[in-house]
């Protein structure tokens, strides 16, 4: 299983930013996809999970209404679109891939097998 995550950089506040995860060596409808991040001296959170089947779909509260999470089936990629960026989204960001895939479970780090390198992003003010 391989997660390439991309699309990270240096961004004003109130930017926007789109990050890719390509996967590869999935059965990718089995999978829950998600997005995590960690900022220097924090620990890593929640930020966004899709269900490849069925689309279903969770944010942290910090992140609704500014991120969106999408799939493209045909490419095997995830992809999380950021808008309206704060400095406190400053961090490195990670995709995973959990096979197990229980809706309940989405947004916890202890759910996913799989972890792509990571990818910074940086907001300045």
């Known amino acids: 299983v391989q997660l390439q995550a991309s699309g990270g950089g240096l961004v004003q506040a109130g930017g926007s930013l789109r990050l890719s995860c390509a996967a590869s060596g999935l059965t990718f409808n089995r999978y829950c996809m998600g997005w995590f991040r960690q900022a220097p001296g924090k620990e890593r959170e929640f930020i966004s999970a899709i269900r490849w089947r069925g689309g279903n779909t969770d944010y942290a509260d910090s992140v609704k209404g500014r991120f969106t999470i999408s799939l493209d089936n045909a490419k095997n990629t995830v992809y999380l679109q950021m808008n309206s960026l704060k400095p406190d989204d400053t961090a490195v960001y990670y995709c995973?891939?959990?096979?197990?895939?229980?809706?309940?479970?989405?947004?916890?780090?202890?759910?996913?097998?799989?972890w792509g390198q990571g990818t910074l992003v940086t907001v300045s003010s």
């Open positions: 995973a891939a959990d096979p197990g895939c229980i809706l309940s479970t989405m947004a916890s780090t202890m759910a996913y097998d799989y």
